[in-house]
């Protein structure tokens, strides 16, 4: 079956960097493009990125833009999301998703908590 | 950017009643790229309805979805114990996608 699983979060600092990963299995991976959603402690959801399914083309909201990059590896059906100069309001859970137009599989997604 | 805003808020509603949610777009979502998602306390959300009105697999003949251009609504005709949970609109586009804030249906 189709599952999506983050990994990588954890307790950090502001300023400093943190890669999640999440590993896909029970599809052809290539076939689809992948984004990246966060929601903040009782909060709303929120789109961040996305990467088409040959990987040429990315997208990033406005608050993640030059920060955050998303990227690919075929060879290991997995996606990943560097995050760079972190900041307190980016603590959330952050969800990989598998798009086919709307999101149809979501991970259970991995806390990612920055605080001094 | 397509802004999404979801009405009410919170919706108190006691089983077996009818729910309706609504989700207005700031302009016109012309080819329906409309879902809606169904997010339980601890859990991921889970697509309900895409296109506007098509049901996702799985998905109970209760939920339905309607609407076009700037208005949708999303109903469900007979709450269940398990329906119970925060419901999020979205816009999915080729360069943008966007989530409305939200509208939480509690027991009553």
């Known amino acids: 079956q189709v599952q999506l699983v983050e990994s990588g979060g954890g307790v950090v600092q502001p300023g400093r960097s943190l890669r999640l990963s999440c590993a896909a299995s029970?599809?052809?991976?290539?076939?689809?493009?992948f984004h990246w959603v966060r929601q903040a402690p009782g909060k709303g959801l929120e789109w961040l990125t996305v990467?088409?399914?040959?990987?040429?083309?990315?997208y990033y909201a406005d608050s993640v833009r030059g920060r955050f990059t998303i990227s690919r590896d075929d060879s290991r059906d997995t996606l990943y999301l560097q995050m760079n100069s972190l900041r307190v309001e980016d603590t959330a859970v952050y969800y990989c998703?598998?798009?086919?137009?709307?999101?149809?599989?979501w991970g259970r997604g991995t806390l990612v908590t920055v605080s001094s | 950017e397509i802004v999404l805003t979801q009405s009410p808020g919170t919706l108190s509603l006691s089983p077996g009643e009818r729910a309706t949610l609504s989700c207005r777009a700031s302009?016109?979502?012309?080819?329906?790229?409309l879902a809606w998602y169904l997010q339980k306390p601890g859990q991921a959300p889970r697509l309900l309805i895409y296109?506007?009105?098509i049901r996702a697999t799985g998905i109970p003949d209760r939920f339905s979805g309607s609407g076009s251009g700037t208005d949708f609504t999303l109903t469900i005709s007979r709450l269940e114990p398990e329906d119970f949970a925060v419901y999020y609109c979205?816009?999915?586009?080729?360069?943008?996608?966007?989530f409305g804030q939200g509208t939480k249906v509690e027991i009553k």
């Open positions: 029970g599809f052809t991976f290539t076939t689809y493009g």
């Open positions: 979205q816009h999915y586009g080729s360069s943008t996608w966007t």
């Open positions: 998703v598998r798009a086919v137009g709307p999101y149809d599989y």
């Open positions: 302009q016109s979502i012309t080819t329906s790229y």
């Open positions: 296109g506007a009105s």
């Open positions: 990467i088409w399914p040959d990987g040429s083309i990315k």
